[in-house]
């Protein structure tokens, strides 16, 4: 999905992840305004890719996105929108992050808000 919308992750820091997608003819409805389907594609992306970078160093662990939703609150036209996404609440089998999606001059585009199941499967060994 990411590289047929153009979506790049551009930094990542102690608590957050950032990423850009461009608004073109991959990411656009057919009136010209960036989809909001797009919009909600890069914030899972963002978001799922946040909860595997902080589940990495477990070989058992996989993430996987479970709910998502966003408010779609000004029209984007051309450029590139930037989301930023930062923790709400970590667990151990559930990530819940906030995703706010803005314009090339910081209007806010899309407030988004993803949950990420964490499974993790059971050792061989595990009560033996």
């Not at 820091?13 to 960036?34: A, S």
Request: charged share 20%; glycine share 12%.
């Amino acid at each position: 999905m990411e590289g047929s919308l153009g979506i790049q992750i551009t930094a990542v820091g102690p608590d957050f992840i950032c990423g850009e997608m461009p608004v073109d003819k991959r990411t656009t409805q057919p009136f010209g305004l960036l989809h909001g389907g797009a919009s909600i594609s890069l914030a899972e992306s963002l978001g799922s890719y946040a909860s595997y970078v902080l589940t990495a160093d477990e070989d058992d662990a996989r993430v996987a996105g479970i709910e998502v939703s966003g408010s779609h609150v000004k029209a984007v036209r051309s450029g590139f929108v930037t989301g930023v996404c930062r923790p709400v609440n970590l667990g151990r089998t559930v990530h819940v992050w906030r995703i706010m999606i803005r314009d090339q001059q910081g209007n806010l585009n899309c407030a988004a808000n993803l949950t990420v199941k964490i499974s993790r499967r059971r050792s061989k060994h595990a009560g033996a």
